[in-house]
């Protein structure tokens, strides 16, 4: 097994947001399921499915830096995937989205960051590619 490698300030701002996502999307949901099921439960069992993709993204991120990218990669076009169908579903068909999940409109309630984080993380991931040693690049 590889060496941990030390992280940046990038990684380690990352790995925060996650896992800040992680535990604000999975509270969210938590609370709207068990209260208010019956008014937007599409827009609820959403925002759970986030809190798992924060959740994956963030161990995904975590093995990245010791060069296992390929499942942070699939992990992060996935939530990449995710806010951009949910945001666009949420402004075109508004009567699908009764109250907002947390990639609804994009992140809006959110400071648009779960628009961003996916992108932050893909640019970083890159990055970590960029770095590795050839041998490393070809295992990843």
């Excluded at 896992?19 to 008014?39: C, H, I, N, P, S």
């Excluded at 991120?61 to 992060?76: E, W």
Aim: glycine residues 10%.
């Amino acid at each position: 097994m590889p060496e941990p490698a030390p992280r940046s300030g990038p990684h380690k701002v990352l790995l925060a947001f996650y896992a800040l996502f992680t535990l604000a999307a999975g509270a969210r949901a938590a609370v709207q399921l068990l209260t208010q099921y019956d008014e937007a439960p599409v827009a609820y069992w959403l925002s759970a499915a986030a809190a798992v993709t924060y959740a994956l993204g963030w161990y995904a991120i975590r093995r990245a830096s010791v060069g296992h990218t390929g499942f942070a990669s699939v992990m992060l076009w996935v939530e990449l995937g995710g806010v951009l169908t949910v945001g666009t579903l949420s402004l075109v068909e508004r009567d699908w989205f009764p109250d907002a999940s947390v990639w609804s409109d994009y992140g809006i309630g959110y400071g648009f960051v779960p628009a961003v984080l996916p992108i932050a993380g893909l640019l970083w991931l890159r990055r970590q590619k960029q770095q590795a040693p050839e041998g490393a690049r070809a295992g990843a």
